[in-house]
């Protein structure tokens, strides 16, 4: 199984990125897929959750400037991250989660500066 996460990078306050996490190894129609973020001295968080149905939940502080979406023929999730923050900062993961078992991605770096 892997989970290859990419689009990370360098972007200016109130900018906009694109992270991808193409999967392999796993039914992916079948698995909840999730961002998670961990910025230093902070604890993993969940960013944004999409179910196999296609329900979207969100954290507080990214609804309404983050989207997140799949794409079962190619086997991805994505990120759409619009007016980024530095707050944003963070090691981004993605996370796929089947009914018998879960799998990490190995993280993307989001760096916004003021």
């Known amino acids: 199984v892997q989970l290859q996460a990419s689009g990370g990078g360098l972007v200016q306050a109130g900018g906009s990125l694109r992270l991808s996490c193409a999967t392999s190894?796993?039914?992916?129609?079948?698995?909840?897929m999730a961002w998670y973020r961990q910025g230093s001295r902070r604890e993993r968080e969940l960013v944004a959750h999409?179910?196999?149905?296609?329900?979207?939940t969100y954290a507080d502080s990214v609804r309404g400037r983050f989207t997140i979406s799949r794409d079962v023929g190619k086997n991805t999730v994505y990120l759409q991250m619009n007016s980024l923050k530095p707050e944003d900062t963070a090691v981004y993961y993605c996370n796929a989660e089947g009914p018998y078992s879960a799998y990490w991605g190995q993280g993307t770096q989001v760096t916004v500066s003021s």
């Open positions: 190894g796993i039914i992916f129609s079948t698995y909840n």
């Open positions: 999409i179910t196999s149905g296609f329900m979207r």
